[in-house]
């Protein structure tokens, strides 16, 4: 089976991101980037399922150039090869469009997207792309309840294949679903269907051989014109100290009356 | 709580912008490598260090192994994971050749990566590095025999080892060693005697240990000039079988601090079946090890600068959290109380943690990037003056990290005040782990001894002159980019005591008086790493002036001129007690104690 996984270059989570003066977008000097971790974890996903059943999995960004790097760290977790979208900030739509031109290019049996990048936080791109291509879609996979450990995962997998269709153990309110989708179909991860592996220091000399194709994304003919425009970036307001009241008359006074919330 | 074991963007620029791994990385011996390939391991690491090997690193120091029935040692299940997480992540053969299965990276990127996981969780590391260097031991002076035999199932992460050589009566003097080995007609030997102290001796993380020992052949010379290197195994093949070697874990040392890794007595040939397998020639033994020697020295100084660094990053993070006491002139007791970090002794604390932590990194790194040159340099000239230096600086940087990182450890739970003091934070258990740094792999005072009585006479002076040379250029350099006399001066009159202080113990060696000169090797040792690590901080204020990180360059502003006034300024007046040939405990009679 073919699976095509996307991979977006996003801020390190352990670092400060600073806003610029003017607010039109962040410090990129000195803040290292990343593969997004939700998509770590759809990465994981598909080795385990090529693993499984044989094939390919081939690794999508769209970015600047230094994305390969988020490329090739996929590749040395084992993905056969990769493909950069070379184009500037995309809005989710956009996004979602230019990956519908590459799934009629590549014809996967399934695609698999992190739930959402963390660095817009926006859980779009995945149920797009379902509706662009009339796919299924099953989102926010994740563990059967009361799993832990990665081997426990390993042996009772939130996604399984079988005769074409896959079933998906996903997050709902209050609890797992588990929905049966047929493929191809697109899914999309949630932080608890596995543990990602460590790309190897073997597994990193490996993905320096391997392909990356780079297209521009000019070339796709891909409307891209921003639906979301970006007024303004802002830090969010710095949490106020904590009070100590006297007693529960207080407490739910100011809770009616200053805080609003009864 | 979180901590990021070191200073990311630190560590980058020392590498970066410091120590030239671009320039290291164009040399033809890099041409698999490139600055990709060594920021992507450097992210693998990070990340095992931090989601791997940190969260394992309390439960192992509580439950310390011990000894079960048969000689049995089991392992936490935390580092039956972490040994084969590191395994998979190819730390063994990381910075060995293509031609033993390694990957050739450079010890500069290798050793800034495995920082972090000495960082996370020293005795998980601890496992694989004394792999390394034992496999090391038999790659570099056995046969292919012994390379089939034993290595290669070590670099494959199936086997461990050890380093065999402290006995009961021989610890730091290596010329009493007396386990014997006797030959046998199969050209192997059987091995007798007792090693103690003995780190991974034994363990059930893999099914085999190969243990690099020293002993002595029958009828050898006495001293150093009769102890040959051997390989032996806990378990040997017999027909494709392991069976047992008669090497027996007889005691698990009870120690103060790396409680995950245990270190134990082992008992060799008890019955008589031990068998032995000589490494390279007879009689070689200490020849061999001491190569190997400064390479484990260059460890143990980079894991005091990691558990140094480890238990700093956890005190600013509590001194950002810990609302304690008003500014001094705040009158109103109603007010709110500050977090500590807002106390200038508080800041002063972690201002000092930091000129030791990171300028005892830059010292590390500078090393791990001489070990390259001097490998790999095509030119053979560059090659012999990186390992002249390199060997000047080995002693150094493995003393300076463990004796001042001593004092960061201690700082770091200073900060958490009480709560420092009990097991509920880990910066008691850092502290416990760093204190063996000053005593193993060569003592403190074993490493003043090196670094007088070998390293700085060694060729003539050339490493020492070679060193003055290179200060003097970073001196030059500073000047150019403007940086202020404060930060020059406490420097250039370091350097100045330091010749001074040389030349005068080494005309007191010259005229036969070697007892009157290596008797201030503890003085000259501080002498040396205050001017080394001045030269480091100078280094990194020279590099800061081009830094778009404004936060990083003023860190490191403030680091480096906090060393000069606090620190290099101690150099002359160390000169000056050692000028004045001031050793009153010498004469010290043990009746007057």
């Known amino acids: 089976m073919k699976i095509l996984v996307t991979v977006k270059r996003v801020t390190d989570y352990e670092r400060k991101v600073k806003i610029k003066p003017d607010g039109s977008g962040f410090e990129t000097e000195g803040m290292n980037f990343v593969p997004n971790p939700f998509d770590e974890i759809a990465v994981e996903e598909a080795l385990r399922l090529t693993k499984e059943h044989g094939g390919d999995v081939v690794v999508v960004s769209i970015g600047p150039n230094d994305a390969t790097q988020q490329i090739r760290q996929a590749l040395a977790m084992g993905a056969q090869r990769g493909i950069l979208v070379q184009a500037g900030e995309l809005d989710s739509d956009a996004v979602a469009r230019v990956l519908q031109k590459l799934v009629e290019k590549e014809n996967p049996d399934l695609v698999l997207m992190g739930k959402q990048a963390t660095d817009d936080d926006a859980n779009q791109a995945g149920q797009l792309l379902a509706g662009y291509l009339g796919w299924p879609q099953a989102t926010f996979a994740s563990k059967t309840e009361g ?107 100011k809770l009616k009356n200053e805080a609003k919330v009864i | 709580m979180s901590n990021p074991l070191f200073s990311d963007r630190h560590v980058d620029f020392l590498l970066r912008e410091v120590l030239d791994l671009p320039g290291l990385l164009a040399l033809p011996a890099f041409v698999e490598h490139s600055e990709e390939t060594c920021a992507m391991y450097m992210d693998a690491c990070r990340k095992v260090a931090r989601q791997v090997l940190l969260p394992s690193y309390g439960p192992v120091d509580a439950a310390a192994p011990g000894l079960e029935a048969g000689g049995q040692v089991r392992l936490h299940r935390d580092m039956h994971e972490a040994h084969r997480t590191l395994v998979e992540l190819g730390v063994l053969t990381a910075a060995r050749p293509e031609a033993v299965g390694g990957t050739g990276l450079p010890m500069l990127a290798t050793a800034a990566s495995h920082a972090y996981l000495m960082a996370g969780n020293l005795a998980a590391y601890a496992l694989e590095g004394l792999t390394t260097g034992a496999a090391r031991l038999i790659e570099s002076f056995g046969d292919d025999d012994l390379r089939a035999r034993f290595m290669r199932k070590m670099y494959d992460g199936e086997w461990t080892g050890t380093m065999a050589l402290t006995e009961p009566q021989a610890g730091s003097s290596l010329s009493d060693v007396a386990t014997k080995a006797t030959p046998a007609a199969d050209g192997t030997f059987r091995i007798s005697g007792t090693k103690v102290f003995i780190s991974g001796g034994a363990h059930d993380v893999a099914e085999n240990i190969i243990h690099l020992t020293l002993a002595r052949i029958e009828g050898a010379p006495a001293g150093i000039k009769g102890v040959s290197l051997f390989a032996v195994p806990a378990k040997r093949e017999v027909n494709g079988k392991l069976v047992d070697n008669d090497v027996l874990c007889s005691s698990v040392f009870h120690k103060v601090g790396w409680r995950g890794l245990p270190s134990v007595q082992l008992s060799f040939g008890d019955r008589g079946e031990c068998h032995g397998w000589l490494v390279g020639a007879p009689h070689q033994g200490i020849k061999y090890m001491f190569q190997m020697m400064n390479e484990a020295r260059l460890m143990v100084g980079l894991n005091a600068v990691a558990s140094a660094s480890v238990a700093f990053h956890a005190a600013i993070a509590y001194a950002q959290d810990r609302p304690q006491g008003r500014p001094l002139t705040a009158k109103d007791p109603t007010t709110p109380q500050i977090p500590i970090i807002e106390h200038a002794d508080v800041r002063r604390m972690l201002l000092r943690q930091k000129a030791i932590v990171e300028g005892g990194l830059a010292l590390l790194l500078e090393c791990a990037r001489l070990t390259d040159l001097s490998e790999h340099h095509p030119d053979p000239a560059e090659r012999k003056a990186a390992f002249l230096l390199l060997d000047l600086l080995t002693p150094i940087a493995k003393t300076f990290p463990a004796e001042y990182g001593f004092e960061a450890n201690t700082l770091a739970i200073q900060i958490h005040g009480g709560y420092g003091y009990t097991s509920e934070y880990p910066v008691e258990a850092w502290w416990r782990d760093q204190k063996l740094n000053t005593i193993h792999e060569g003592t403190s005072g074993i490493q003043g001894l090196d670094l007088l009585g070998r390293k700085m006479v060694a060729e003539g002076g050339a490493g020492l002159r070679d060193l003055a040379g290179r200060v003097t250029a970073t001196l030059a350099k500073a000047s150019q980019a403007g940086l202020p006399a404060t930060l020059t001066e406490p420097l250039s009159a370091a350097l100045q005591a330091w010749l001074q202080a040389s030349a005068t113990l080494g005309a007191k060696g010259a005229t036969g008086d070697v007892d009157g000169m290596l008797r201030h090797s503890a003085d000259y040792m501080s002498l040396a790493s205050v001017t080394v690590v001045g030269w480091m901080w100078l280094r990194q204020a020279v590099a800061a002036t081009n830094a778009t990180d404004r936060d990083l360059a003023q860190g490191v502003d403030a680091a480096a001129r906090y060393w000069m006034a606090t620190e290099a300024t101690k150099a002359p007046a160390l000169a000056a007690r050692i000028a004045s040939g001031e050793d009153s405990y010498a004469a010290l009679d043990p009746a007057w104690l």
Do not use: C
């Open chain 1, 147 to 253: 799993l832990e450990s990665a081997e426990e995962k390993a042996q009772k997998p939130g996604v399984k294949v079988a005769d074409g269709w896959a079933s998906v153990a996903r997050e709902a309110d209050g609890g797992i679903e588990t929905i049966k989708v047929q493929l191809p179909a697109v899914i999309t991860t949630d932080l608890r269907l596995n543990h990602p592996r460590f790309a190897s220091l073997p597994g990193i000399m490996k993905a320096k051989k391997k392909p990356i194709e780079e297209i521009p994304v000019a070339s796709l003919g891909v409307d891209i014109t921003p639906k979301v425009r970006v007024l303004k970036y802002e830090e969010p307001p710095a949490r106020l100290a904590g009070v100590k009241v006297a007693d529960v008359d207080e407490l739910v006074n």
